[in-house]
């Protein structure tokens, strides 16, 4: 008893130390995240109630109008295109790259030499800035110079191409989806790799000893064990897949005939282009809106068995 007397009152104490430790180094961020986040997603929502334009304009002042903007999104064709775009984007890249960043890691993860040359060259584009990667894409797609067309033409004798990528309004979206692909595997690729490295080889060993092959060792083993890192990319990538912008800004700017329009694209060309803040606000918390309930119905679906919803 007296030696708890003694403890006791040494433990409040070192909490609200360890406490006031843990907001001291939190200050900055939050400070950060509050004026450069919170604060502009507040001031959004209010706008979006306005008829505010970028640029003042004594003809047009600024003034209340409800649930107007709002209104009006629903019943935009561009708005509606752009947001088609972005879950067939989702539907298409996010599986693919996914799949693609699987068998990637596996690859590299054999133990031989020169894996760290090809896990550098994988990797590489994603640290490469999508304005650069994607004005060197525009070259390869060139109709008449562009590698592509030209190797179409070397492996079909002619018979394939040329095209115009990024003209054709069935060609262009594909040529962006192609391009984001090989763009953002190698970041999938590193975080799968990094789970293939936590599973332990002793259960390889023991599959092996029970006689399973290569495909079951995968389905058993490698696949459950990387559950959790799956949900993580597939999450991250849907995120990321909307808010595709730089590659469409610099290659098309949302045509031809608004096949590849997005709604980051739409969102900048009615705030920046055609100075309407208010209905770009309106827009930006629709979708902010619809990427929430996305990611809660992906979470919700990739829950741990027998965990709360």
């Not at 843990?22 to 997603?41: D, E, N, R």
């Not at 894996?115 to 797609?141: C, E, K, Q």
């Not at 559950?227 to 597939?234: A, E, K, Y």
């Not at 694209?265 to 309930?293: C, D, N, P, R, T």
Request: charged share 10%.
């Amino acid at each position: 008893m007296i030696g708890q007397k003694q403890i006791q009152p040494t433990i409040p104490k070192y909490r609200r130390k360890e406490s006031l430790t843990a907001w001291l180094f939190s200050t900055p961020a939050i400070i950060l995240l509050t004026l450069f986040l919170l604060v502009p997603f507040v001031w959004a929502i209010w706008l979006s109630f306005t008829n505010q334009r970028l640029i003042p304009n004594p003809n047009l002042p600024t003034e209340f109008v409800g649930l107007r903007n709002y209104i009006r999104i629903f019943q935009d064709d561009t708005f509606k295109r752009g947001l088609l775009n972005n879950f067939y984007f989702i539907a298409v890249v996010v599986p693919i790259q996914t799949s693609l960043a699987l068998v990637l890691a596996m690859l590299i993860n054999q133990q031989l030499k020169g894996m760290n040359i090809f896990r550098t060259i994988y990797f590489g584009p994603v640290v490469t800035a999508m304005t650069v990667v994607s004005i060197v894409w525009t070259l390869l797609y060139n109709p008449g110079e562009g590698l592509i067309n030209a190797f179409l033409q070397a492996i079909s004798f002619g018979k394939l191409g040329p095209y115009n990528w990024l003209m054709d309004t069935k060609l262009v979206f594909p040529a962006i989806m192609l391009l984001s692909i090989w763009q953002g595997v190698g970041f999938q690729m590193v975080i799968y790799l990094a789970g293939l490295q936590e599973i332990p080889h002793s259960l390889y060993e023991a599959a092996q000893v029970d006689g399973a092959n290569s495909w079951q060792q995968f389905k058993n083993i490698t696949l459950p064990q990387l559950r959790n890192t799956t949900i993580f990319v597939v999450l991250s990538t849907t995120i990321m897949a909307f808010k595709l912008f730089d590659q469409v800004q610099v290659m098309t700017n949302g045509g031809p005939q608004n096949a590849s329009m997005t709604t980051m694209v739409y969102v900048v060309e009615m705030g920046w282009g055609q100075l309407k803040v208010g209905y770009a606000s309106a827009i930006s918390i629709v979708f902010f809106i619809i990427v929430l309930f996305v990611s809660l119905i992906q979470r919700y679906l990739t829950r741990e068995k027998g965990s709360a919803a």
